[in-house]
DNA sequence: TGAAGCTAAAATGTCAACAGTTTTTGGCGA
DNA sequence: TCGCCAAAAACTGTTGACATTTTAGCTTCA
């Protein structure tokens, strides 16, 4: 039941100080999930999670209600929450949405960013071929192609959506589908595609491009998930 | 300060009973904004509201934190909260992600509704043609084209978005900037041209349709708003 | 054996008081 | 009069206790 013992209290891990403690355990509790210490389906205590860090049920309780309204972890009034399981329809509507936003979003920054912007991004890119190989960690500080598409859009909400829930969900994926092939080259090419779609101004074929290759991206999920089949997306 | 004294106690709207008074005090602020007693720019204070509803200020305080999980009051630690204030880059922001969602939401009508569900909705389209003239109210229980054709596409995040989140901000645009000419005549042409595309598989059609459908909302929006002009959408 | 019903425990919901931070207020000096 | 600073007020954040509801375990009976 206990997540870990490493945090004495919340204080340890906490950076700066006037930080809430709502707030820090609202991360505690994402990090939890994402390094699957409280994996899906597993119940969220309020109690519990108050005494391992050390605070009492109120800040745990906010940020729990937090993950819930995005949908990280299941609510219904007097039954325990548990953190969301992922089955194959919550998935095919997370990728569906992503198809959606992260279209939308090339499809904007073919009109909106400045040539230096489309420059950087894609020497940034060609710089960091390396690590788009099978033996890199797919997590940590490297480039991030979706994240960086997604913030040179420029619309609050969409970085938002893109960059909080549905990144926070796509991350519990990963972590929980074992060892998928990554499809690290493809994945690659399609980016340098789609960054030249966007240099050439050109938004219909950047936002299909996108499309596509987040499409992809499903279907490799689902062909190497548990005999589940995709269906149309 | 006080939003109004038409409630003695929460108890008095609330129905259910068993329901928490956090959902009730969610449901009654967000009511207080739509009818412009909590206009946007308004600060948002837990301890009135809880005298006001005649709870303690913990329920309040899970209702505003969850109003500003979607955004629709702001949110700063120690900074006391204000309603959202509807500036030209939050419209512009909002339509464009209504663009990249019920466009998407077309798409997947187009092919997974069936013929049946489709001439269900055309015929409610036609029947409530009376309903698109300008001196019908806008909101109420009549034929929501846009809310059937976000729901009929199945993807539960989609839909969640569209009814919920955004769709709270769009009826707080559409209350408080005052007479706006709904070109409600051209709608009922355009919704039905969307279905038409739909009932004939088309989803790039249908999606094309629905997205020029909801830029040239924004525009009229835009045109009509204080001076401001809509930046490329 | 097992299924329905009851009881105790556990979990969530609510409250009132206290602590920390921000905002306001009032006075001071230039 | 205006800006600056300190103290007070107001507000948000946090806590521990109590209330209400669900859950789990036990008993009973067929």
Same mark, same amino acid.
């Given at each position: 039941m206990?997540?870990?013992?490493q945090?004495?209290?919340?204080?340890?891990?906490?950076s700066?100080?006037?930080t809430?403690?709502?707030d820090?355990?609202?991360?505690a509790?994402?990090d939890?999930?994402y390094?699957?210490?409280?994996?899906?389906?597993?119940v969220?205590?309020?109690?519990?999670?108050?005494?391992?860090?050390?605070? $009492?049920?109120?800040?745990?309780? =906010?940020? %729990?209600r &937090?993950l819930? +309204?995005?949908?990280? @972890?299941?609510?219904e009034?007097?039954i325990?929450?548990?953190?969301?399981?992922?089955?194959?329809?919550?998935?095919?509507?997370l990728?569906?949405l992503?198809?959606?936003?992260?279209?939308m979003?090339?499809?904007i920054?073919?009109?909106?960013?400045?040539?230096?912007?489309?420059?950087?991004?894609?020497?940034?890119?060609?710089?960091?071929?390396?690590?788009?190989?099978?033996?890199?960690?797919?997590?940590g $500080?490297?480039?991030?192609?979706h =994240?960086? %598409?997604a &913030?040179?859009? +420029?619309?609050?909400? @969409?970085?938002?959506?893109?960059c909080?829930d549905l990144?926070?969900?796509?991350r519990?994926?990963?972590?929980h589908?074992?060892?998928?092939?990554?499809?690290?080259?493809?994945?690659?090419?399609e980016?340098?595609?789609?960054?030249?779609?966007?240099?050439?101004r050109?938004?219909?074929?950047?936002?299909?491009l996108m499309?596509?290759?987040?499409?992809?991206?499903?279907?490799n999920?689902?062909?190497?998930l548990?005999?589940?089949?995709?269906?149309?997306?």
């Amino acid at each position: 039941m206990t997540v870990d013992a490493q945090f004495e209290t919340i204080e340890a891990t906490g950076s700066e100080a006037g930080t809430p403690r709502s707030d820090m355990i609202y991360q505690a509790i994402l990090d939890a999930i994402y390094q699957g210490r409280l994996p899906p389906g597993s119940v969220v205590n309020e109690a519990a999670l108050a005494l391992e860090f050390g605070v $009492s049920r109120g800040p745990v309780r =906010e940020a %729990i209600r &937090r993950l819930q +309204g995005i949908q990280l @972890i299941t609510r219904e009034p007097y039954i325990k929450s548990r953190v969301v399981t992922l089955d194959a329809t919550t998935a095919r509507e997370l990728f569906e949405l992503r198809m959606a936003l992260e279209g939308m979003a090339c499809n904007i920054d073919a009109r909106r960013m400045s040539d230096a912007e489309i420059d950087g991004l894609i020497s940034e890119l060609e710089r960091s071929r390396h690590n788009y190989s099978a033996d890199v960690p797919g997590d940590g $500080s490297v480039f991030d192609f979706h =994240e960086r %598409i997604a &913030r040179a859009c +420029g619309n609050a909400r @969409i970085i938002n959506l893109l960059c909080g829930d549905l990144y926070h969900l796509l991350r519990i994926y990963r972590r929980h589908s074992g060892a998928i092939i990554e499809r690290k080259e493809e994945a690659y090419d399609e980016h340098w595609q789609i960054l030249r779609a966007i240099k050439a101004r050109d938004p219909q074929l950047a936002e299909s491009l996108m499309r596509s290759h987040v499409r992809r991206a499903a279907r490799n999920l689902f062909d190497h998930l548990d005999g589940e089949n995709l269906p149309d997306i």
